[in-house]
């Protein structure tokens, strides 16, 4: 049977971002066959099931194996990837043509679980949570077809096509081209970021973890670590605080000595080194807690909370499983921001806050255009990078959409909250 070579996998994020420093193996014939069996397409764009090397099911899990050796990588060794899925049924992987009649595809997982372990040659094994993997058929084999090809048999249900795989496994982190790094999408998601910060980075190959969130054991003394779960981030030239890794995003406070203007982000893993991904960082970009649940029809309302720590300023029974209430004028209720800048004494990012401190700057806020005293505005003790606001609730007419606005030595806010007040 003559050699028959078809593109079969691409990662979708291969379309999107370039990569930088990389870890690509590249591996040689499988020693175990892929199978795609036809779904069936719409608009020319097929789809198929992917019966994913060896399979065997533990009484728990089905767990399905593909391996070959690969060079490229340290002195070469085995590439394993390793789709593990609850049950016995169907492989949930699935390959979709990137456009109509395609031989190239992009992965989908319903469920479960896709890990790929390069073992070198010395013993070591080095784990990526990744899909992305281009490989090419070798002797291929279809049935239900007349043409065998990837996007023939996706676009004709039932139609199969089998053989041993060949190609390449590139675990570089990729930060993605759109909105690749924001701030804290709960306080605002801005497109730039402020010394002290936090910022959320979102791709692929972001991490060989499933996800990880900072602990106790990960800081020495007060400081936050710069490293999490293998992978590392840089602003700017300076390590900035990891706070939580997985492979799509990672959560991390923006370092003190960041100059502002346009600066690189780059995330590092045992898989290599992204791209830079640019954003603007200015002296301050300030943002209110606002999360998502609490946007309502009405519209956003910030995450305003009463002295009892539990209880937020919502219209009661707004969101479940959330104690709210209105609040009164009167009142004495706390926003959280993060991005304010300066405090008196200095505060560095990176630490947990320990002393007591001022804002630098003056902020206010005003219920309905009507302004309210603030009795404290700095960063919060035992935390990072995140400020308190303490604020008196002025006489306004109630109503559970009062609009919130503030501003930060003068200049405004670029949120629209809303804010239930009851008299």
Known sequence: MRLIVIPVFLFCTALLSPRASAVTATFASSNQTVTFTGLGGNAGVGQSRITWGSCAYDGSNTKCTLSATYTGVAGGGTVTALLTYPGNGASPLTGTSISPGSDEVIFGLSSGSFVVSLTESTGATVTFLSQAIFSHFINATCTGVAACSVGQVGLTPNATITGLVNGTFDATPVIRASQGVLSASAYGAFSALAPGTWMEIY?????????????????????????????????????????????????????????????????????????????????????????????????????????????????????????????????????????????????????????????????????????????????????????????????????????????????????????????
């Open 203 to 423: 791709g692929t190959n972001l991490a060989n973890v499933v996800s990880q969130l900072w602990a106790g054991t990960d800081f020495k003394g007060n400081l936050a670590p710069t490293a999490l779960g293998g992978t590392t981030v840089t602003i700017g030239g300076q390590p900035a605080f990891i706070d939580f890794v997985s492979p799509g995003q990672v959560n991390a406070q923006v370092p003190s000595n960041v100059a502002p203007g346009p600066q690189p982000v780059v995330v590092s893993t045992p898989g290599g080194t992204s791209v830079a991904s640019t954003i603007t960082v200015n002296v301050t970009e300030p943002g209110l807690l606002a999360p998502a649940v609490f946007k309502l029809n009405a519209g956003q309302y910030v995450g305003a909370v009463f002295p009892d720590g539990t209880t937020f300023v919502l219209p009661p029974g707004a969101v479940g499983g959330v104690a709210s209430a209105r609040a009164r004028p009167g009142d004495t209720i706390t926003f959280y921001g993060v991005g304010f800048g300066a405090v008196t004494p200095d505060s560095p990012a990176g630490q947990i806050v320990t002393q007591a401190n001022r804002l630098a700057s003056t902020f206010q806020a005003s219920f309905a255009g009507t302004p309210a005293t603030v009795t404290f505005s700095g960063l919060t003790g035992g935390f990072l990078g995140l400020y308190q606001f303490n604020v008196l609730v002025p006489n306004v007419a109630a109503s559970d959409t009062v609009p919130l606005t503030f501003s930060l030595g003068g200049n405004a806010g670029t949120q629209t909250l809303l804010i239930a007040i009851q008299n």
